[in-house]
């Protein structure tokens, strides 16, 4: 008989372990949280290149087709400084906008189907290399010009489905959830926005001196070799985790397949909740975060691109003033996220702390999980269950986690206040005033995450993270389309800032809506459906009849 150091129990034991090895490391240079921060500079990095290129290629490209039927320009100064032009191409960002909507949403359902398939290493991989492949296209349409340009440049975004940002982000956040301890989260998740702030400051920047430099063509060249070197870092130094310790039911019907992904909303909804005294009630607290922040992000998800078109038609910037403008509202957004965010989280719930007694009905010495490594080897045999083995514990709330509402209600209504500022501008610098005070109302998407990941239990974190993911990256392509045509349809009368108002108005919607979002209350447990709960019963019975 072999030895105890032999037994398959042990060896699940000695595989867990050298998957723990896997997400720690001894050299805070090398650990997970800082390869993973590197990751997601580089890859923001790669991504922000062609952002301002992009919008200027389309106002040349709109110009180039709107003088094939109109007579020659005859005047001085910019012959595209026309509102026909500035309305023509906001209507083609919009459109493109609506694409992206179409390619990024179906990106997460294959982002998040590729993570269960194949971990979030080598999904995480597929998200950087098809982009490399979309920017050589679009390199391609701006040879072409004019409207077949802009169709290629429209059609390059169907690339989008199997890699792009909205597949990026929800990646790294899922990995920062599974290797981050509850209590510093929502600081995690402000340091990886930030590095990504920081890495497309940086993009904004390097694209507007080389494309003023050396051609409107060559920030797509630069872009397509750096996602490459991006794919190549991500297979390398990127951490493995495996795919069955993502802390979701992965079994279940709802995520067989990349579509399956849509069956995660669910977690979203009002979820039907045991009460401490043992009543049941509904708690729609997840549900009016979700619209929140959706409303939200709507606000203000196209407050960057407004700012950048707004400025090249009331103020005729060019490439580089565009990149020098954002990229000095990322680099002020990103040292925010990065340094000042987790203090004001650590203090402000610090404020809001009520207790010591954790707000839990768990006990500390309770064997209920609240990491996914901190779950017990089990034997080999559990891996071919088609149940887990417990349904979702009781929900605890870390101490103060309050104030990340609170922030999260502000942060929304400071956004909106400062965006509307912009529509008061009359010379160029203002809108450089406005770029760098924006920033300062952000922390809203990590907040909404940290809050998130407070009121679902452990084992659906990342069910709900990904279902926000894919909110938050809904409303940030909606707000393209929607504020696209809004800002089209005032240019084309010249008042173009009235775009402005329309924000804030929707901005102050959005903290109307968070007002009814509330945590569970205390010791009350998420109850799953009925076709989930009954196995789940059974086989608590059945190890309660083994250990008695």
């Not at 109109?70 to 509102?83: Q, S």
């Not at 080389?210 to 390398?236: D, H, M, N, R, W």
């Not at 610090?350 to 209920?368: C, G």
Request: proline share 6%; net charge negative; aromatic share 12%.
């Amino acid at each position: 008989m072999a030895s105890n150091g032999e037994t398959t129990p042990l060896l699940g034991e000695r595989e867990y372990e050298a998957t723990k090895t896997k997400t720690k490391s001894k050299s805070p240079f090398f650990s997970p949280a800082t390869l993973i921060l590197f990751g997601g500079f580089i890859i923001s990095l790669s991504f922000s290149y062609t952002q301002t290129p992009l919008l200027y290629t389309f106002r040349v490209m709109v110009c180039e087709e709107f003088y094939k039927h109109a007579p020659p320009y005859e005047g001085t100064g910019d012959r595209c400084a026309r509102n026909e032009i500035d309305a023509g191409a906001a209507a083609q960002i919009a459109i493109m906008g609506a694409a992206t909507i179409l390619c990024g949403i179906t990106n997460l359902f294959f982002a998040g189907w590729e993570m269960r398939k194949y971990g979030p290493k080598k999904a995480l991989a597929i998200q950087t290399f098809f982009p490399a492949i979309r920017v050589v296209i679009q390199a391609a349409s701006l040879f072409i010009g004019a409207r077949t340009g802009l169709i290629i440049m429209q059609l390059s975004q169907l690339t989008g489905v199997w890699g792009g940002p909205a597949g990026y982000i929800l990646i790294l956040n899922t990995i920062v959830a599974e290797i981050t301890e509850p209590a510093d989260r929502t600081a995690m998740f402000g340091r990886l926005q930030g590095v990504i702030m920081l890495g497309i400051s940086s993009g904004f920047m390097v694209g507007g001196i080389v494309a003023e430099k050396f051609g409107i063509e060559k920030p797509f060249e630069l872009a397509s070799v750096s996602f490459l070197a991006c794919t190549a870092y991500v297979l390398t130094f990127v951490p493995y985790i495996d795919p069955k310790d993502l802390s979701s039911d992965d079994k279940s019907p709802r995520a067989k397949g990349p579509m399956g992904f849509l069956g995660l909303l669910k977690v979203l909804g009002p979820q039907k909740m045991r009460l401490a005294d043992g009543r049941t009630a509904k708690h729609y607290g997840i549900f009016f975060l979700a619209f929140g922040i959706f409303t939200g992000v709507l606000a203000t998800g196209y407050a960057p691109s407004l700012i950048q078109m707004y400025s090249i038609s009331a103020f005729e910037f060019t490439s580089t003033n565009n990149s020098l403008l954002m990229s000095v509202n990322c680099l002020v957004r990103g040292l925010f996220l990065m340094f000042v965010f987790p203090h004001i989280i650590s203090y402000g719930r610090l404020a809001f702390k009520t207790t010591d007694v954790p707000l839990s009905d768990t006990a500390p010495e309770s064997p209920l999980p609240t990491h996914p490594h901190d779950i017990d080897p089990m034997p080999a045999i559990v891996a071919d269950q088609e149940e887990p083995t417990k349904p979702p514990g009781p929900v605890s709330v870390t101490q103060g986690a309050e104030f990340d509402l609170f922030f999260l209600r502000w942060s929304f209504l400071i956004d909106g206040i400062i965006t509307t500022s912009s529509a008061f501008a009359t010379q160029g610098w203002h809108m450089y005033i406005v770029g760098s005070l924006l920033p300062l109302a952000s922390g809203s998407a990590p907040a909404a995450k940290g809050i998130l990941t407070e009121m679902v239990p452990a084992n659906r974190k990342a069910d709900a993270l990904q279902a926000m993911t894919l909110v938050e990256y809904s409303a940030t392509l909606t707000t393209m389309g929607v504020f696209g045509f809004i800002f089209s349809s005032f240019a084309d009368v010249g008042k173009s800032y009235l775009t402005f108002y329309c924000n804030a108005a929707v901005a102050v919607v959005a903290v109307l809506i968070l007002l009814f979002a509330r945590f569970p209350p205390l010791g009350s447990e998420m109850i799953v459906d009925d076709t989930e709960t009954e196995p789940l019963l059974s086989e608590e019975r059945g190890e309660e009849a083994d250990e008695s």
